[in-house]
Each structure stands twice: as C-alpha cells, then as structure tokens.
C-alpha cells in the first residue's frame, strides 16, 4: 500500500502480484487509478507505505540503488525531449555509455527509431529541439522511439517498464514496435500501461486496478467471459472500431 504525503486517501491499497522472468503483464484502469504510482514503486522512486517489494527475494530496500537501477528500464509517458542530439537522447538511458555510438546503434535498431535516424543528413549526430542553431524537431512518435531506444541502452536490464509508451503512434505503427518488442525482451521481465487494448490483450497476465485496489486479474480471454470492468472497457473500445 502507498499513502502520497497529506493525503487521505491511499493511492494504492493491498495491491499483491508476483511476475517472473519471461513473463509479461499489463495493467489496466482509468486514469488516476494508480498504475503509474505502482510503476514508481517498483523502480523504487517511492517507497511503500505498508508492505514490501521483493526481487530475487529480497526488499527492494535492501537493495544498492545503482544495482537496482541497473536492472531496470523504463520509459514513463511524460520521457524527457531533451536538448541533446540524437545519439546523445538514446545515451541518455545509460549515462555511462552516453558517448558510445555503436551501443546508440544496436538500442535504436531494437526501438525501431533507427529508420529514420539514418536518413537525417547528421545522422546520430543531428542536434534536437530548438535551443541550438540548426536544432530540429521531432514528431510524437519519433520521439516515442527514441524513448524506446533509451531503454534499450540498459542491455543488462531485465525489468521492461512501459508506461503509455505508443500514445503518439498511429495504430499501425504501435503494432510494429509491440510485435519487435515482444520478440526482443526474450526472458525478461515486462510490466506494460496502455489505454489500448490491441496491445493490452497479448500481454500473459493482466492487472486491471480500480481506486488503488486490484479489481480483477487473469488472461485476456478468461477476463472477457468474467464480463467485468475489462470486458466493458474493451467493448467500449472495440465498438469505436466497428
């Protein structure tokens, strides 16, 4: 459980999952129901409230920050655009190969931005944002990529955090980088949000998490015969495509 500093109300409460290695989960639950906090205590950005946090069997707490860190990537929906080149914006997922060209290489190959980091006259080098004579600008969901590829700079990671990662991609596009994705987490562990259930359903376990508490839980078939909140909130949404 986890209590935001003055509130009330806790923003998670009683929440109890477990998920091994090769195994993928997704949540569900509208905004504000606390899938974004129960990311950050995962990485341990916050510590629970009440309760305890385990990998490899031991508390997170007890764990070396640094070592902690280095088995986890994340993107989160609010990534940083930063003023850097391109290259530089790939390294900065693991500052301490920010200068290392061939690692920006092999991550954006992964996070499917090197595409079209190769046609840009400057290639890697190329300066973003506007701060800077020259700087140019991306799109959503090139910048979504490239966020994508700042995880994969963590090539010892073996917890993938993805947090609305494709909001800005079209629907073709996000089944393209959640089709690669699958294919390159191999064994690791992978804990996904997304409002999209096209992606959401081919996760193995899904959390759906209502007011800080977990609603239901299953596969995605076993959720829809239960005809719960997932089943409705995927009807809602499938019939926006019929």
Request: charged letters at 25%; hydrophobic letters at 40%.
């Given at each position: 459980?986890?209590?935001?500093?003055?509130?009330k109300?806790?923003a998670?409460?009683?929440?109890?999952?477990?998920i091994?290695?090769?195994?993928?989960?997704?949540?569900?639950?509208?905004?504000?129901?606390g899938?974004?906090?129960?990311?950050?205590?995962l990485?341990?950005?916050?510590?629970?409230?009440?309760?305890?946090?385990?990998?490899?069997?031991?508390?997170?707490?007890?764990?070396?920050?640094?070592a902690?860190?280095?088995?986890?990537?994340?993107i989160?929906?609010?990534?940083?655009?930063?003023?850097?080149?391109?290259?530089?914006n790939?390294?900065?997922?693991?500052?301490?190969?920010?200068?290392?060209?061939?690692?920006?290489?092999?991550?954006?190959?992964?996070?499917?931005?090197?595409?079209?980091?190769?046609?840009?006259?400057?290639?890697?080098?190329?300066?973003?944002?506007?701060w800077?004579?020259?700087?140019?600008?991306?799109?959503?969901?090139?910048?979504?990529?490239?966020?994508l590829?700042?995880a994969?700079?963590?090539?010892?990671?073996?917890?993938?955090?993805?947090?609305?990662?494709?909001?800005?991609?079209?629907?073709?596009?996000?089944?393209?980088?959640?089709?690669?994705?699958?294919?390159a987490?191999?064994?690791?562990?992978?804990?996904?949000?997304?409002?999209?259930f096209?992606?959401?359903?081919?996760a193995?376990?899904?959390?759906?998490?209502?007011?800080?508490?977990?609603?239901?839980?299953?596969?995605?078939?076993?959720?829809?015969?239960?005809?719960?909140?997932?089943?409705?909130?995927?009807?809602?949404?499938?019939?926006?495509?019929?």
């Amino acid at each position: 459980s986890f209590t935001y500093a003055g509130a009330k109300e806790k923003a998670l409460d009683g929440i109890s999952l477990q998920i091994k290695p090769g195994q993928s989960l997704a949540l569900v639950g509208e905004n504000g129901s606390g899938k974004t906090t129960l990311i950050k205590l995962l990485t341990r950005l916050y510590d629970p409230t009440e309760g305890r946090i385990l990998l490899d069997g031991l508390d997170l707490q007890e764990w070396h920050t640094e070592a902690l860190r280095r088995r986890v990537a994340v993107i989160f929906q609010d990534f940083g655009r930063y003023q850097f080149t391109v290259g530089e914006n790939i390294g900065a997922g693991d500052v301490r190969y920010i200068d290392d060209a061939e690692r920006w290489k092999v991550a954006a190959k992964t996070g499917l931005a090197a595409p079209f980091i190769e046609e840009m006259p400057d290639g890697y080098n190329t300066q973003l944002g506007r701060w800077f004579k020259g700087g140019r600008e991306l799109s959503g969901g090139q910048w979504q990529k490239i966020a994508l590829s700042r995880a994969f700079m963590r090539s010892e990671a073996d917890i993938l955090v993805l947090d609305e990662p494709t909001a800005a991609m079209d629907a073709a596009a996000e089944a393209e980088v959640f089709e690669h994705f699958r294919k390159a987490s191999g064994k690791k562990m992978t804990i996904l949000i997304s409002h999209r259930f096209s992606t959401v359903r081919a996760a193995e376990h899904i959390v759906v998490i209502h007011q800080g508490r977990i609603l239901e839980r299953g596969a995605h078939e076993s959720l829809l015969a239960e005809g719960g909140q997932y089943a409705h909130l995927f009807k809602l949404q499938a019939r926006g495509y019929q």
